[in-house]
């Protein structure tokens, strides 16, 4: 497992507002749960209002793509700008901050560390990965 920082998360913020300074957003969307995190810290560093829904013109964040099954819902909203902070897989119609090809599962800052296996396998029960025996 690979464990992410309080301070990784504040440079993750720091690069996706760089990113953003020269864009206007309706406001910012993040995914629950790992998303809101970095939507609160965004909303507050871009000086934009923190949406309870996506909507047309917003920043999308989310803390990790892995299969696309969460972004893919906002992919048809016209004039987002979609960030994560880890891609497993080279960005492609999104932007990341780190991308890497490891299947190592990711623990975030704000998540529970002793609950970090049993969140790892019940994402993939529900994406339909096999046990690994």
Aim: overall charge negative; charged content about 25%; proline content about 5%.
């Amino acid at each position: 497992m690979r464990y992410l920082s309080w301070e990784e998360f504040n440079d993750c913020v720091a690069m996706i507002g760089q990113s953003c300074l020269e864009k206007e957003f309706t406001g910012v969307y993040g995914f629950p749960r790992g998303g809101l995190c970095l939507a609160v810290a965004l909303s507050h560093l871009l000086k934009t209002p923190l949406l309870k829904e996506p909507q047309a013109g917003c920043l999308v964040v989310d803390d990790i793509y892995e299969t696309g099954t969460t972004l893919r819902t906002v992919r048809e909203l016209p004039g987002i700008f979609v960030f994560v902070w880890v891609s497993k897989v080279v960005p492609g119609w999104w932007h990341a901050i780190e991308v890497t090809d490891s299947q190592e599962w990711v623990v975030f800052p704000w998540e529970k560390i002793s609950f970090a296996g049993s969140d790892e396998q019940s994402y993939k029960r529900s994406r339909g990965v096999p046990d690994e025996a």
